[in-house]
């Protein structure tokens, strides 16, 4: 079984659009203020554009950890 674990971002453009960033395998220590403090500088720093459209606003942040088991089915 392989474990993963991603950390997705979802701001909202001025486009009013919700768009995600997601960072895979984050630090195991990040804390929600350093979450804060990322998305704040990804808006800062203005460095995504999606279709035209900048980030104005964070929306939220959660870390996702997801179970993948294989089967191997051949005969």
Do not use: C, Y
């Not at 659009?17 to 500088?41: F, H, Q, Y």
């Amino acid at each position: 079984m392989e474990t993963k674990t991603r950390l997705i971002m979802t701001f909202k453009t001025d486009g009013e659009k919700n768009v995600s960033v997601s960072v895979d395998d984050p630090r195991t220590d990040i804390t929600e203020e350093d979450i804060k403090d990322a998305m704040d500088l990804l808006l800062l720093k203005d460095v995504f554009a999606p279709n035209g459209e900048g980030f104005i606003s964070k929306v939220d942040a959660k870390i996702v950890t997801t179970d993948t088991q294989e089967f191997d089915l051949a005969l």
